[in-house]
């Protein structure tokens, strides 16, 4: 196979700029995964039936809301010649997102079987607000990531910018709230819901020259444009075409079984807290630094290994399969030192699959590019979110099914052994088959070998869609 030659066009501090974006998201997400189910069971003492239905809605809404943002904002509007394709999307919807996480956490003060149904449609509203302007920022952001980095070098290098930037994101948002947070104390969780708003708006801005897209870019969009929309297809005629090509639904499902983990095993650290190891809410940080100390020290290895094989697929599929044997561990140990050592090793596989994502999506799109000869990251990436959304749909199912068939009280202090063997379910044993089945899918059925990645970027710079 022929190597590319394509050179880097950034610099690194653009692209450090860039991944602040990474930083932000992953910051706001990580706090808003671990808590929002734990806040409304453990702290309101809202049934856990009407939480999980009430995620559901929300998982759905954003199943919806990302792919339409991805189709609507994936098209020239009066100010895209001098701001761009994506740049103002992303701090429309960057600047107040944070402001939306305070929302969640400050529900009306209501008795919890009285005004079930009230705080039922508060957790509703808030949680789907914030994944609107989440859907702006983040669909975008991962939009513009194969339109900025071309080639597979720069890709693998923005990756690797991304990844590690992200890992203090992921880090903040698990350390920092618990140094807020008083389990019984719902004040402490408004305090910290100002802290992730201030830290996360601090991410946006800090990634504002990353995400500026150059003149060049711009005005070859604008240039391709007419001739794009006269093959625009609708909405629901790209997706139907997206589900026949074998790469991209074997990347989706792998990457919904990933957000069905990532979000069991985040929501599920503060009841192994505060129920298995029966430990004040700042232990949750010192868990969550085991597994980020694992990721940090895994993504050097994971760099040069990536260039080293040149297979994202071998590197993605050994990855997921790393990672499913050390969740195993977790459904027996019940103790903070095995627990933490276990998160560490499980963050050293973490970081592979963290690290192959963006240039895994890159190739389906630049597949999807070669095929169909439009340019239509926006929508991909939106469908991307749509699939990755069942994760939160199968969480909240996993939770509700696992706490109501066992017994566990809402708002209720100790839980019997019972019902704290259903927090192994839903922290390993669960979201570990559903994970290793993606697995086996995409390693079955992802068929771009790095001659078919190859040759789709040729055809696509033939087409003259690349610079």
Not at 144 to 169: H, M, Y
Request: charged share 15%.
């Amino acid at each position: 196979m022929e190597k590319n030659t394509d050179i880097i066009k950034h610099s690194k501090l653009e692209i450090m700029s860039y991944s602040f974006g990474g930083f932000a998201r992953e910051f706001i997400v990580m706090a808003f995964n671990t808590f929002v189910f734990f806040f409304y069971e453990r702290e309101i003492g809202l049934n856990v039936w009407l939480i999980g239905l009430a995620l559901v809605i929300f998982a759905i809404y954003n199943m919806f809301n990302d792919p339409i943002i991805g189709y609507l904002t994936n098209r020239t509007f009066f100010f895209t010649k001098k701001w761009g394709r994506r740049f103002p999307w992303l701090i429309l919807g960057g600047l107040p997102w944070g402001l939306t996480y305070i929302l969640v956490f400050t529900p009306p003060v209501l008795d919890p079987v009285s005004g079930a149904w009230i705080l039922f449609l508060w957790l509703i509203f808030t949680t789907c607000l914030f994944d609107t302007f989440h859907s702006l920022f983040f669909v975008n952001f991962s939009a513009l990531f194969p339109d900025k980095f071309r080639s597979i070098e720069e890709r693998r290098t923005a990756s690797g910018f991304e990844i590690a930037i992200a890992v203090f994101g992921v880090a903040l948002g698990a350390i920092l709230p618990p140094l807020f947070i008083s389990f019984g104390n719902l004040n402490s969780y408004f305090i910290q819901g100002i802290v992730i708003f201030l830290v996360c708006l601090v991410g946006i801005i800090l990634g504002i020259p990353g995400f500026r897209e150059d003149q060049v870019l711009i005005d070859k969009y604008i240039e391709e444009y007419d001739i794009i929309k006269k093959k625009k297809s609708s909405f629901f005629r790209v997706l139907m075409g997206a589900l026949k090509q074998r790469p991209f639904v074997a990347f989706i499902i792998f990457y919904t079984m990933y957000q069905t983990l990532i979000n069991c095993m985040t929501a599920s650290i503060p009841y192994v807290v505060d129920f298995v190891l029966d430990m004040p809410s700042n232990t949750t940080t010192i868990i969550f630094a085991g597994f980020l100390i694992g990721v940090l020290i895994s993504i050097p290895f994971w760099v040069k290994l990536s260039h080293k094989i040149n297979n994202n697929k071998k590197i993605m599929t050994v990855s997921g399969i790393l990672i499913t044997i050390f969740t195993f561990p977790l459904i027996f140990i019940e103790t903070l030192t095995p627990i933490l050592i276990n998160m560490i090793i499980w963050g050293i596989a973490l970081g592979g699959y963290w690290f192959m994502i963006f240039p895994v999506l890159s190739d389906v799109i630049d597949h999807s590019i070669s095929l169909t000869e439009k340019r239509e990251e926006g929508i991909y990436s939106g469908f991307q979110q749509f699939f990755g959304r069942i994760g939160i749909m199968l969480q909240a199912l996993i939770f509700a099914v696992a706490h109501g068939l066992t017994g566990f009280v809402e708002g209720q202090e100790t839980q019997t052994p019972l019902a704290i063997w259903s927090i192994h379910i839903h922290l390993a044993l669960a979201p570990m088959i559903l994970f290793f089945i993606g697995c086996l899918i995409f390693w079955k059925y992802y068929n771009l070998t790095p001659e078919k990645i190859a040759q789709n970027q040729e055809k696509i710079r033939q087409m003259a869609l690349k610079s």
